[in-house]
């Protein structure tokens, strides 16, 4: 039978699949009947949802829309993805439930038709610095696979290829060690597994063993400690000891060959030489076979050996290339690529000072006695040369400012210079105070590792080549050049059986990722340095690839970080899914992703109390038509933000320049940023944007003007600095970690607020004073909950239950300190205000009026003034220092810099916010923002667009000027789109 491309098998029925455009699937239960192949809702009240009934289509293309904090996220995650996670643990075994962090059920009535939920949101979640864009896609682990069955092994130290060592080439390298050396030969039983191995060390004794080696630790096998089962284990059968002298071939000869036959063909050779034996403690005695008494360990292997160098590596697994096992990690920063140490830019700011004006920045607050022993330091660095401390640092030859700082080859034995990184670490290790050695923490961070030059892996792992190329070389590319190679891989007819169905799933991957408008990233990228919206497509990609069917995907905020030449790709991405089969629900305020959603659904019609119900659901031609959705108005243009009249003048004399920036995929760029405006930096995904602001400018202006000791990108030139005061970066990092903080305490509303209730009559006469009004300190607290206003009870398999506390019911304070009152309220009922209504309610106390106006002013208003700051979006989060500046004004030209401001952001909202730049600048400031957004891209003064491409392809100055200038650019795709919207 024929089928339909756009027909998907689900629950054993076809259902027609809609496309992005033309007819939309009619409203689930129409005509009064219950749709069962809908999601049905019933009475949700998460959060600020107000009882909320709403049926979802399944198997569509879903977005939920609405103002900042009217409920949408509650909706989505706190409602569905909650119940539905809950739904799959409560499968579970009770065992099972207990290693799971377990969600409270919603507060919802009931919900019908759930399918399995996967979230994809913006939260980095878990990923550490060990997550890679390979490790979440999980296309590394194929890669490892590939590697382990078709690559090609040379020896690590001569880059000869290893082959097979025969026994009578391991007894040769034996010999061949210094007369009277100590040798133990051991045969390899177990490397790297968990459990206790009980059977195997009886079946060891039964062999006839003596002694056998235990995690590096040699023991008779009768006294062999019990292991536990949970840990990794390397265990050894001891074959012989012996010690190197005329006369024992034969002995020798046994002894391997028994060591290969017990040990699969491994022999593992502990030894001691003389020389060693010399230099080890004298309490050793020579019976602890480890490196600190002096021993050596060599591997030999009848399967791979390098015929130069006679040394043998373990036998090629997928972990050997895992930099996340200890068999395949760096060991010297153990699969970090980075370690921490002092940083070269750090110790040496600026190369045009010589030694003697203070070119090593550590040295500059030396004492006249430390001074003298760096004189001395240096004095063998410096004798014959054709420079001295007089002369400039960027005078000298390249070899001697490498040996400055590395030191000269030997220079222990020979009395040399030791190098300005070793003596800063030996300073280090050697301070006598915490302030001498915070002191010189100012000058480290992380460095790549010299060892394994920043890519993780052992060096057997790096010798290992498929086609010439290594893995971490592959992994470097990025997607898109990684797809092409792999795709022109060819195999001989003893490797292509294996070789070929890895190579077609990571190209199958690799295809997703690239569609998914990622290929500018590289497999090996960290995934704490994606930002939110990469690492959601990253996942995405992920989700596409994983082939599920009848799954519910919810996604949030997709479009972060996309151009609006992206777009396609990402509404392509998310029908793929729905195509599979599955339902996909995005929060979103992207006007393209929502006309090509098959169903919209918009909840508002304000934020927080003022929210939480459906104004408007259907297609996005009947949501555009209702007569009250604030959404709907923007959809059918009649709510639109102006593009302004006139923009501020810009002149060459009053501008920041920076020249020569080479931070990551930037060419050189150089930069004319016009003070005294909104100015935005544009461009596609990855075209350098960050590399430039965050990476490059952020980091220097924060040097020059706030003294940090921060680390900028690759630059030549910074001008114009002299004409700004202050360096300010609003990003999106939480304002506190705690939930003891809050929107009032960081912008100093809570401050004045807890005055207000000191100075009351009430705590005049009982003497209370400021502290009695803090939740974080004893004394007015309730020290029941500690101030925390919950108390937590542990359920065992079942989620930890956060009920009020039972001595304050949830105020915060004790009972004498909730007598004090102002206006009829008590400390824990102002906590409990939102901003709009405290605005009101302290209108005539201009200290906290102020900054409390200034969090309304951001699109606040909705926000609870004691909501913890742990529970804030990064948008709210970055909109929360915004109003801390507007609230407390500070004199001078301050430079802002804000990423994606608009993120979490409704058009009405975006109005609101381009306000309150405005104002900034309006107050003498500039404000420079990485934004993708139409609307601020038109309203700014300045527009800087990067590109033309993402990766490679970016990195340059394509266009800059208003935006009207930057619109008659061919060449940019954001004055293609920019022509759209400016008329």
Known sequence: MATD????????ATTPVQPTSGPRPAAPGANGRADSAAIRIRGARANNLQNVDVDLPRNRLIVITGVSGSGKSSLAFDTLLAEGQRQYIDSLSVYARQFFDQRERPDVDRIEGLQPAVAIDQSQGSHSPRSTVGTITEAYDYLRLLYARTGEMACAECGEPISQQAPEEIEQAILALPA???AMLLAPLV?????KHAELLEEARKAGFVRVRIDGLTYPIEDAPPLGAQKTH???AVIDRVVIRDGLEERLSESVRLAVRHGDGVVRVVYQTPEDREKASSDAGGSAYDPEHGWREKLYNTRYACPSCKTGVAEVEPRTFSFNSPYGACPACDGMGVDEGFDPELVLPDLSLSLAQGAIAPWRSSTPAAKKKQDKALAPLLAGKPFDAQTPLEQWPEEALQTLLTGEADALQKGGFLGLLLLLEEAHRGAKSDAARERLDAYRGKVTCPDCNGSRLRPEARSCRVNGMAIHELTSLSIRDAHARLSDLEFDDDRRAVAEPIVREVVRRLKFLQESGVGYLSLGRPADTLSGGELQRVRLATGIGSGLVGVMYLLDEPSIGLHPRDNRRLIDSMRGLQRQGNTVIVVEHDEEVMRAADWLIDIGPGAGDKGGLVVAEGTPDEVAAHPTSVTGRYLRGESILPTPEKRRRTAKSRSLEIEGAELHNLKSLSVTIPLGA?????????SGKSSLVMGVLAKALAKKLNGAAAKPGPYSALRGVAQLDRFVKVDQSPIGRSPRSNAATYTGAFDEIRKLFAGAKLSRQRGYKLGRF?????GGRCEECQGQGVQKIEMNFL????????????????????AVRYKQRSIADVLAMQVDEAVEFFKDVAAIHRPLAALADVGLGYLRIGQPSNKLSGGEAQRIKLAAELGAPKPGSAFYVLDEPTTGLHADDVRRLLGVLHRLVDAGNTVLVI????DVMRSADWLIDLGPEGGDGGGCLVAAGTPEEVAQVDASHTGQWLRKVLG
């Open 5 to 12: 491309a756009g027909i998907t098998a689900t629950d054993g």
């Open 180 to 182: 009277d050396s100590r």
């Open 191 to 195: 490397q790297g597994r968990k459990g």
């Open 234 to 236: 390397d265990i050894d």
């Open 678 to 686: 909104l100015v935005c930096v544009s461009g596609v995904s990855g």
């Open 774 to 778: 803090s939740f974080n300190v004893k």
């Open 799 to 818: 989620p930890d239950l956060f009920v009020p506390c039972d001595a304050c019911g949830g105020a915060r304070f004790n009972r004498q300190t909730l």
């Open 931 to 934: 934004e993708h957004h139409l």
